[in-house]
């Protein structure tokens, strides 16, 4: 299973706090079990059977955790680099958001 690109340092961050694999109830079971409403794609998807696949996909969600978490403080910081320097760059955001607005 392919999962993001983690920096080291937030390795493991969210291993004690995800217990359980997106898409999989306390119980342990799949959250839904009749797809028979949706497209055949998704009613035909593999469904993980098995500890070992469901530990395939804990591993990928808490992956993906740290994927965001590091996302959100790298956009966290850009947002408040141009505030730091005295608010240099804010006004070309407002402009910026001012003109696309106009535009539509």
Request: aromatic share 4%; charged share 30%; hydrophobic share 35%.
């Amino acid at each position: 299973m392919v999962t993001p690109a983690v920096p080291d340092w937030v390795r493991g961050k969210f291993d004690k706090r995800i217990t359980r694999a997106s898409g999989i109830a306390k119980t342990g079971e799949p959250v839904e079990t009749d797809v028979s409403d949706k497209p055949t794609a998704l009613q035909q998807r593999y469904q993980p059977e098995g500890d070992e696949a469901k530990a395939a996909l804990l591993y990928a969600t808490r992956r993906r955790a740290e994927a965001v978490y590091v996302m959100d403080r790298n956009i966290a910081r850009l947002v408040a680099e141009p505030a730091a320097l005295g608010g240099v760059g804010q006004h070309r955001l407002r402009l910026h958001l001012r003109q696309r607005d106009d535009h539509r």
